[in-house]
């Protein structure tokens, strides 16, 4: 006779442990699971506010970003452009440092803007 037991034992746990392997993890986030830089948990209330906009510098929160009318902006879930940006707005940036001319500033330069209202 072959031995069919631990065949049949690891097909088993296979069935029964795919399922909870698969899931995804709950409202609380997985255990390991890290979040990404520039994310917020909690909702937009977390989000820093601009502070200033003008000629294409943004300050929000203690960041000054650089949004050209190439940045990707979405305002409450639909596409917008830089100019739909306003002082009160809550956002999260995208974006990558760049040089700055004033010592010990950094400054952003924003590729992606998410604003709510």
């Known amino acids: 006779m072959k031995p ?15 399922p909870a392997a698969l899931a995804q993890c709950p409202n ?4 390991n699971q890290k979040p990404m830089v520039g994310t917020f948990r909690g909702g937009s209330s977390k989000m820093p506010t601009v502070t200033s906009i003008k000629d294409g510098v943004m300050v929000a929160g203690s960041k000054t970003y650089l949004v050209h009318s190439d940045a990707r902006v979405i305002l409450n ?5 830089p ?8 956002v999260t ?8 001319a004033t010592k010990g500033e950094t ?6 803007v998410t604003a709510r209202q």
């Open 107 to 112: 400054v952003f330069r924003a590729t992606r």
């Open 28 to 31: 609380g986030g997985c255990p």
């Open 93 to 100: 940036v995208s974006g990558t440092r760049v040089p700055s």
């Open 83 to 90: 100019a739909d940006l306003k002082v009160g707005m809550r």
């Open 4 to 18: 069919t037991f631990s065949i049949g034992l690891a097909a088993t746990f296979m069935v029964l442990a795919a």
């Open 77 to 81: 879930g639909k596409p917008a452009t």
